[in-house]
């Protein structure tokens, strides 16, 4: 289907279009794999890192001890998640304007794009480490945890907090190589940050005096560490690096206020509509850590650990889409544009439908590996995923679809269509089945699914509409 006001001699002229660099040469599928492969490697090592933070924590203790430890990692997975609003916005907003820079072959454009996004992207998680230091306690008291749960909670929330600023800036860092087409570069940063990670996180819990010991503070330290070294890794190679492409330059690195400007105005809606999402899921939250089933907060912890193996390759083809969507629109073709996201959207709907079924069929030995020998999380966390499979192919057409709206530019009409559906489903609705004493875990992850179903028909038609090619960058 053509976009409203392109003519059919526009159409006529994508062949002529081509992308500088290596990607200049390559056939449209080429482009999106080469593009996806290395971020998908990534995503691929960030879900063993959490994985590895899951496995330790549910072999730190058994019984009651564990349950309250998992509950407990729940929380802080999802605070982390906080952490990284206000870093996503930048990312969106640098990778944006890097990408369609780097399309209209205004490098100079992008590299100033870097520095400055570097600079915002370290305010950002100076913000979210305040707001942490002093939000921590109220929201453990309005989740209702345990008293046990809620000691391991701030511990490891608090120590998380420090790598705010160092994953802030290593974030935009990543988001400018991104949209200049580079996707290796940040992959090996990201390397180091898991393994950095996994070693250091598995020392300060099981290892010896003086170092082991410490608990879920223990998993958070390695995390902070392993940011620490992943941003050192991607600085030290952009600065060694004499290839084409990004670069640090004296300009880029110096204070730009026009630049900071319009990446903060691309990125702000994002952080509005992040903040917003985390709210809302919070809201999920108490409604999960309130029901009468022990343990179901870290049951579902663990179920979405799991759903994360599927949506790793969807959010890997996404970022790869967006940052071609960018570069083909600062080129001048938005006919490619749509090319590109159409046969993302395909590819991602098709391998995340397969992951779905192998939750569906496998899902006893998935929970029996995250938290062994624990009926208790199996019998809860295995519905959760007989859900899970079914909306895959509607999670994939939304993280496609508004990753690559973002990725154009158009972040504000992400923001305003998202939050509609989300607040009817996972408020309202969740709300009432609360209130009339009608919901159980299951339940709730059946009504993020309609979220989701709602949210895929949304954006499907805005994006055959249009209206998102016409984004300002």
């Known amino acids: 289907m053509d976009q409203p006001g392109i003519s059919v001699e526009a159409s006529e002229r994508v062949e002529e279009i081509r992308l500088g660099g290596k990607l200049g040469g390559m056939t449209l599928a080429m482009q999106v794999l080469t593009l996806a492969f290395w971020p998908l490697l990534e995503q691929i090592l960030a879900f063993f890192v959490g994985t590895t933070d899951i496995l330790i924590a549910g072999r730190m203790a058994v019984g009651e001890e564990r349950v309250a430890i998992l509950d407990a990692m729940a929380l802080g997975g999802y605070v982390g998640w906080?952490?990284?609003?206000?870093?996503?916005?930048?990312?969106?907003?640098?990778?944006?304007?890097?990408?369609?820079?780097?399309?209209?072959?205004?490098?100079?454009?992008?590299?100033?794009?870097?520095?400055?996004?570097?600079?915002l992207g370290a305010l950002a998680g100076v913000a979210a480490y305040l707001i942490l230091m002093v939000g921590t306690v109220p929201l453990i008291g309005w989740m209702g945890l345990s008293p046990a749960a809620a000691i391991h909670a701030e511990s490891y929330i608090h120590m998380l907090a420090w790598s705010g600023p160092v994953a802030g800036a290593m974030f935009a860092v990543n988001a400018a190589l991104r949209g200049s087409g580079d996707t290796k570069t940040p992959f090996l940063a990201m390397v180091v940050v898991n393994l950095v990670n996994m070693g250091t996180?598995?020392?300060?819990?099981?290892?010896?005096?003086?170092?082991?010991?410490?608990?879920?503070?223990?998993?958070?330290?390695?995390?902070?560490?392993?940011?620490?070294?992943g941003l050192l890794t991607v600085v030290v190679m952009l600065a060694l690096k004499k290839t084409e492409g990004l670069r640090w330059t004296r300009e880029g690195l110096l204070f730009h206020g026009e630049t900071m400007l319009r990446i903060w105005r691309i990125g702000v809606p994002q952080a509005v509509e992040i903040a917003g999402m985390w709210v809302i899921h919070s809201y999920g939250l108490r409604v999960i850590s309130n029901l009468n089933n022990e343990g179901a907060l870290g049951a579902h912890f663990i179920a979405v650990r799991l759903e994360s193996m599927s949506y790793l390759p969807g959010f890997a083809i996404a970022a790869a889409a967006a940052a071609l969507t960018g570069q083909y629109l600062g080129a001048g073709s938005r006919e490619m544009a749509v090319r590109a996201v159409r046969f993302s959207w395909m590819l991602a709907v098709g391998i995340m439908f397969f992951m779905g079924l192998c939750f569906l069929f496998g899902r006893s030995w998935l929970i029996g590996m995250m938290a062994p020998g624990s009926d208790l999380h199996g019998d809860l966390a295995g519905p959760l995923l007989v859900v899970c499979a079914f909306a895959q192919p509607f999670f994939a057409t939304c993280i496609i679809l508004k990753?690559?709206?973002?990725?154009?530019?158009?972040?504000?009409?992400?923001?305003?269509?998202?939050?509609?559906?989300?607040?009817?489903f996972?408020?309202?609705?969740?709300?009432?089945?609360?209130?009339?004493?009608?919901?159980?875990?299951?339940?709730?992850?059946?009504?993020?699914?309609?979220?989701?179903?709602?949210?895929?028909?949304?954006?499907?038609?805005?994006h055959f509409r249009g209206k998102w090619l016409e984004a300002k960058v």
């Open 426 to 462: 996972r408020v309202g609705v969740l709300w009432l089945l609360a209130r009339l004493d009608m919901v159980s875990l299951t339940g709730v992850w059946i009504v993020l699914s309609l979220d989701l179903v709602t949210q895929a028909l949304v954006f499907a038609r805005l």
């Open 201 to 229: 996180s598995a020392l300060f819990v099981f290892g010896p005096a003086p170092f082991g010991g410490m608990g879920v503070e223990g998993i958070a330290l390695g995390t902070v560490i392993g940011w620490i070294a």
């Open 403 to 424: 990753t690559t709206m973002r990725g154009a530019g158009a972040t504000r009409m992400v923001m305003t269509r998202a939050f509609g559906s989300m607040l009817f």
């Open 82 to 119: 906080f952490i990284y609003i206000f870093q996503g916005a930048v990312s969106t907003g640098v990778m944006a304007l890097v990408s369609r820079a780097v399309g209209a072959k205004e490098f100079k454009l992008a590299d100033i794009a870097l520095g400055q996004g570097m600079w």
